[in-house]
């Protein structure tokens, strides 16, 4: 899915493409059933990696303040 959406994200400005994924994740943490289907889609590699003894089922990580405002946690925790 991520090679039908990237061409359009690549063409908005970075606030745009920014505001509007973060919206869209905030819509799948929001609506009952819609996070397993997003889950489903894009599931990071299954590899599980240990970081100061905590332990992460990926090593697929978020940069610091990319939801500043929290307006995507339920979406991001899929």
Request: aromatic content about 12%.
């Given at each position: 899915?991520?090679?039908?959406?990237?061409?359009?994200?690549?063409?908005?400005?970075?606030?745009?493409?920014?505001?509007?994924?973060?919206?869209?994740?905030?819509?799948?943490?929001?609506?009952?059933?819609?996070?397993?289907?997003?889950?489903?889609?894009?599931?990071?590699?299954d590899?599980?990696?240990?970081?100061?003894g905590?332990?992460?089922?990926?090593?697929?990580?978020?940069?610091?303040?990319?939801?500043?405002?929290?307006?995507?946690?339920?979406?991001?925790?899929?």
């Amino acid at each position: 899915m991520y090679r039908l959406i990237r061409p359009w994200l690549f063409r908005l400005d970075a606030e745009r493409a920014h505001g509007l994924t973060l919206q869209t994740i905030r819509l799948a943490g929001n609506l009952p059933g819609l996070s397993g289907f997003v889950r489903g889609w894009f599931n990071g590699p299954d590899r599980t990696v240990e970081v100061f003894g905590l332990k992460f089922n990926n090593p697929v990580g978020l940069a610091a303040g990319y939801d500043k405002d929290g307006l995507g946690w339920g979406g991001l925790g899929c």
